[in-house]
């Protein structure tokens, strides 16, 4: 009995031990993968979710396609046959868009507490990016930020207010808009991306960076921001901040700016007076994307009395001038300009409209390019077949 009992004492103080030395060992590993998210270890946990694509397309070559869109199986199944069919390889999904409303269910405490869920589009993201992957194709997620009825109806102490009767202030659009100095808005973004990436998209890209540039801009009234710097200043820091809190997230960075600011490119004063310096978007994202639609530069622009009509002009003009700031620097993002595949007014956008800004950008030395058409009807005539 006595031996029993003393092999029991010594076998459960090697048990001991042994655990004691294990907790000691993996004790800093074990925390360190406490404070991590889900989206740093997202690689390591899979296959839950679709991974991002494995070898991303050299030259970028997308076309939009719209949250209104996501409802429409046969309408997205026919764009992804558009997509396979010619040399595109790209496509651009809503995240959220004007409405302030998510496509699908986004897993964040904010946007559920403002509703910002209660009108998804597609009810599995899983399966269209993974449809979308398995065809090779490209998948970028776009984000509209300040731009955001939701989030400011929502949340009014961080919204742009109307100087005359302190409510939410609106642009020509009816749309409310943030403050872009509010943190609250920055980690919004930020938590976006973070989400994006555990769906396996290859790419946020963030659309409406900026101060707002139509309805009565004298009325705006703003809860933190009090000019008490540039505009670019401020932009340039929350890309900043959004570069940080996205290091270690897999997923790649992009940004849209207005085409005046790609052919101001070399001007560091010149901002619109909406925050939007090509200069401040090159150090922090992967790629850059200036939207130079023809149709939306004003007559007369450059001594061009119809820029819609003149779309290889425009494009070339735009781009080499942006491409002449990127030459000066070692910043790593790429230009992928946004093209007009619309019409707007009187001059009428057909294959050969489409061709010649594509043409333009090559001639520049950029192969990387999205078309825009928000209806997403493009002129498959403009394409090369594959």
Known sequence: MYSYKKASVIGATIFILIIGLFFLYSKSNTFEFIKTTASDVIDVIGPNHPQKLAVPPVSQKGIYISAWTLTNTKKVKDLIQLIKDTELNTVVVDVKDASGMFSYNVDIPLA????????????????????????????????????????????PDIAIKDSSNKNLWKDAHGLAWLDPSSKIAWQYAVDIAKDMATHGFDEVNYDYVRFPTDGQLEKLSFPFWNADKPKY??????????????????????????????????????????????????????????????????????????????????????????????????????????????????????????????????????????????????????????
Do not use: C
């Open 112 to 155: 559920e507490k403002i509703g910002a869920n209660n009108k998804i589009k597609t009810k599995n993201i899983d399966s269209l990016i993974t449809q979308l992957h398995n065809d090779n194709i490209y998948v970028i997620g776009r984000v509209q930020v300040f731009q955001d009825p939701v989030l400011a109806e929502g949340r």
């Open 233 to 386: 200043e401020l932009i340039g820091n929350f890309f900043a901040y959004l570069n940080q809190e996205l290091k270690n997230i897999s997923i790649a960075k992009s940004a849209d700016v207005f085409g005046l600011t790609s052919w101001r490119a070399m001007d560091f004063k010149f901002d619109l007076n909406i925050g939007q310096r090509l200069i401040d978007t090159l150090p922090y994202f992967d790629y850059v994307s200036p939207m130079v639609y023809p149709s939306h530069y004003p007559s007369g622009f450059n001594g061009i009395k119809t820029p819609a009509a003149k779309p290889y002009e425009i494009v070339y003009g735009s781009l080499s001038a942006a491409q002449s700031l990127v030459a000066t620097t070692s910043y790593k993002a790429v230009l992928r300009p946004w093209l007009q595949d619309f019409t707007l007014g009187s001059v009428e956008y057909d294959k050969n409209k489409v061709r010649e800004q594509i043409k333009a950008a090559s001639d520049v030395g950029i192969q990387n390019w999205l078309l825009w058409n928000s209806s997403n009807r493009y002129t498959q005539d403009a394409l090369l077949p594959k």
